[in-house]
């Protein structure tokens, strides 16, 4: 069964942060808050995490379209390609925020994703999620958590999340309601941005 721990967006316990954070570097999957929608997520060193993920999405790992949650834009050279100052700039003016920007990765992607030319990198405007990745001290693999109902595309209620989930992941963090509407996701490796989902996200970049 899953573990159920409530937090506070304005108040963030460091003791459960890091006590969640320990957990995600021996393999643990964590359904936690974002500024968008509750995400699911683990460790990006784990592999063995990162392919559960990969199985509960019903999805190759060396495939799938995860996002890597960061803790600021400090972490992008550690997974992208060298950047240009204007998509710097356009990066620094968004997040954090509501976005999915997509990078062109490096050499230095972890093994699992070596074969993706591609990286999705957030920075969320969420005290929990960020202050997660700054006690994992790395970023979080990421998906969505998704709703079976054809109306809500996702489901923002945590205890419908956790009795969902239940069997599927160890810790189901609580912070209230979360949205129902995505991230904006932008490619920032064509010549210029391009829209490839609206979400919450302004386009008017």
């Not at 509750?38 to 060396?62: H, Q």
């Not at 992208?80 to 990066?91: M, R, Y």
Request: hydrophobic letters at 35%; aromatic letters at 6%.
């Amino acid at each position: 069964m899953a573990e159920i721990i409530k937090l506070y967006e304005e108040k963030t316990d460091q003791k459960q942060l890091r006590r969640i954070a320990k957990a995600m570097k021996e393999g643990a999957l964590v359904i936690y808050p974002t500024d968008t929608v509750y995400g699911l997520g683990c460790d990006i060193t784990n592999k063995e995490a990162i392919e559960k993920i990969a199985r509960i999405k019903g999805v190759k790992s060396d495939k799938a379209n995860f996002s890597f949650i960061c803790d600021s834009l400090s972490n992008l050279s550690d997974y992208t390609s060298q950047i240009d100052s204007g998509t710097f700039k356009l990066l620094k003016r968004n997040l954090p925020g509501p976005y999915t920007f997509i990078l062109s990765g490096n050499n230095n992607l972890p093994g699992i994703f070596k074969k993706k030319k591609t990286v999705g990198i957030r920075v969320p405007d969420n005290a929990i999620a960020i202050g997660l990745v700054k006690e994992l001290g790395n970023p979080i693999i990421s998906t969505s958590i998704k709703d079976d109902d054809e109306v809500l595309e996702y489901t923002t209620d945590p205890s419908l999340i956790a009795e969902k989930w239940d069997k599927l992941v160890d810790i189901v963090i609580d912070a209230g309601f979360g949205g129902n509407i995505g991230s904006t996701v932008i490619d920032l490796t064509t010549p210029e941005p391009t829209l490839i989902r609206e979400g919450k996200g302004s386009t008017e970049l």
